[in-house]
């Protein structure tokens, strides 16, 4: 008899009957989740060179079973089975195959029957040790690209808590100062209260002193709430409060807070806003906020000369604003870092000022992304700085972790 045609015949009612016993097979549990064609795999090519192997006139494919047998393994590794799951289908198989070749099997003589059923065993246990290589190979592949994965978020682990104590490490040191003042004039005030020295009661060096506790104390304050904000964005909690607001309006209020400050070291205070736009649809606490950290920056890195801000619509859905300061300056090679937390481009402690926390540009970078905006800076040693702002018409309340895609 030829067991080979029976058999061709028979291939989508095994397919169909096989897999059927692959889906109800309960130990079977990565099948729960695929297609039929996706379970269905390469069986059809493996039957077809089975075929050709139970024929006595036609040639045996063999290399077709080892190729299709090969590709079962990678694909089922790929789709997460389990080396026992791998088994059971092959059992399913063999009981399926058996089950429709049964009938005529049994009016095959004694040598017929006996050559087809050592064929059919003699090819499924040769497809399952080449499907089982393949699955090998498969999973040892996923494993060392698994690896190669831990390793890389294993730097990216070790930079970030690298980053994290250099944080804490800056935040500690600009603590240190002002806390060491406090303690200091706090000390020297209990020792004079304790010896009752009324002279110096009201003396100016007494008021010089409290002035100075009092400084420290604010820029310590100043240094926690800065951290806060980093860490709330950082954190994925900030959101925006965007309401309809006048542009001229919120930058005169900033304006008339850093004035002092300027007038304070003789800088000329210029603002050009006649093309701004009358309204727009922004977060007014984070605008002034990004505005007030700009022009600061500039007064206090600007010891002669002038402090500009100029504001503009640019299109239908941006708007700009500019401040440009006559002072020292940033390298080329520090304003890739200047939005880094705690990062100063300059070192000299008459540069640096008292009343700076290093903070300030980082939050604006910050604040910009929220917004959905963007932020450049234009600068030459000796020869001041641009900080330039682009900012949509109407800011969007996204949660700056959506924004940005965040972990």
């Not at 009201?202 to 400084?215: A, C, F, G, Y």
């Not at 910009?368 to 700085?385: A, H, R």
Request: glycine share 4%; net charge negative.
């Amino acid at each position: 008899m030829d067991f080979s045609q029976t058999l061709i015949e028979k291939n989508d009612a095994i397919i169909d009957r096989w897999v059927e016993a692959v889906y109800q097979d309960q130990q079977i549990e990565a099948t729960q989740e695929l297609t039929f064609k996706a379970v269905r795999d390469s069986l059809p090519r493996v039957l077809n060179a089975l075929a050709t192997v139970l024929s006595e006139s036609a040639k045996s494919d063999l290399q077709t079973v080892v190729d299709a047998s090969l590709e079962h393994g990678r694909i089922r590794a790929e789709q997460g089975f389990e080396p026992a799951e791998i088994a059971r289908e092959y059992r399913l198989l063999r009981f399926v195959i058996f089950s429709l070749l049964e009938e005529d099997l049994i009016q095959a003589s004694p040598v017929e029957m006996l050559r087809a059923v050592r064929l059919i065993d003699t090819v499924i246990d040769e497809a399952i040790a080449r499907c089982f290589s393949s699955y090998t190979y498969g999973r040892l592949e996923e494993v060392k690209q698994l690896q190669n994965q831990l390793r890389l978020t294993n730097q990216e682990l070790t930079r970030l808590v690298r980053a994290s104590k250099d944080s804490l490490s800056h935040l500690a040191h600009e603590l240190k100062t002002p806390l060491t003042s406090i303690i200091g004039y706090a000390d020297l005030f209990l020792r004079q209260h304790r010896q009752q020295q009324p002279e110096i009661k009201d003396s100016h060096q007494n008021l010089e002193s409290i002035e100075r506790v009092l400084k420290s104390g604010r820029l310590i304050l100043h240094l926690i709430n800065d951290t806060l904000e980093i860490s709330r964005y950082d954190a994925g909690t900030m959101r925006l409060q965007p309401t309809l607001s006048n542009v001229r309006g919120l930058i005169n209020s900033v304006v008339e807070i850093v004035e002092p400050l300027a007038r304070a070291k003789e800088l000329a205070l210029i603002v050009n806003c006649e093309s701004a736009p009358d309204q727009v649809i922004t977060d007014p606490l984070r605008f002034q906020q990004i505005l007030t950290n700009l022009l600061s920056n500039a007064i206090r890195y600007t010891e002669s000369g002038s402090v500009t801000l100029d504001c503009w619509q640019v299109s239908q859905q941006q708007w700009v604003i500019s401040v440009t300061d006559t002072g020292i300056g940033i390298p080329l090679d520090a304003q890739t870092e200047i939005f880094q937390p705690y990062f100063r481009a300059v070192t000299e402690q008459k540069d640096l000022g008292s009343d700076g926390t290093g903070l300030g540009l980082a939050i604006v970078s910050r604040l910009v992304q929220l917004m959905q905006g963007e932020i450049k800076v234009v600068s030459q040693p000796g020869e001041g700085s641009t900080f330039t702002v682009l900012l949509p018409l109407e800011a969007i309340a996204h949660e700056n972790n959506q924004v940005n895609g965040r972990k």
